[in-house]
Nanobody
Framework: VQLQASGGGLVQAGDSLRPSCAAS????????MAWFRQAPGKEREFVAR????????YYADSVKGRFTISRDNAKNVVYLQMHSLRPEDTAVYYC????????????????WGQGTLVTVSS
């Protein structure tokens, strides 16, 4: 599956943003999906994941209660609704897909989008 992320931007602390990730192909519903992020000078870290049907989600502690991952299998899109953004949320956000792995490690995902930059000013 090919993934294309979009919807990043420059916002102020406390604002909201909703990046999205569009997938090609007709098998989107057979993939677990996740969002990761990489801040300047830091390693890529897990943000959130969602099951194939969308009924199950899991979040990193740093975003729990502020971010919501969701998907629309009819439109082949996964979203990351972000509220109460903080300067430390500044990063390139990547969507990732896996048919077999539902986890928080990046190595389990074999399809990646190109990333979308989110910058939060204080």
């Amino acid at each position: 599956v090919q993934l294309q992320a979009s919807g990043g931007g420059l916002v102020q602390a406390g604002d909201s943003l909703r990046p999205s990730c569009a997938a090609s192909g007709r098998t989107f519903s057979t993939y677990y999906m996740a969002w990761f992020r990489q801040a300047p000078g830091k390693e890529r870290e897990f943000v959130a994941r969602i099951t194939k049907s969308g009924t199950g989600t899991y979040y990193a502690d740093s975003v729990k209660g502020r971010f919501t991952i969701s998907r629309d299998n009819a439109k082949n899109v996964v979203y990351l609704q972000m509220h109460s953004l903080r300067p430390e949320d500044t990063a390139v956000y990547y969507c990732a897909a896996s048919m077999t792995v539902y986890g928080s490690g990046s190595s389990g995902y074999n399809s990646w989008g190109q990333g979308t930059l989110v910058t939060v000013s204080s």
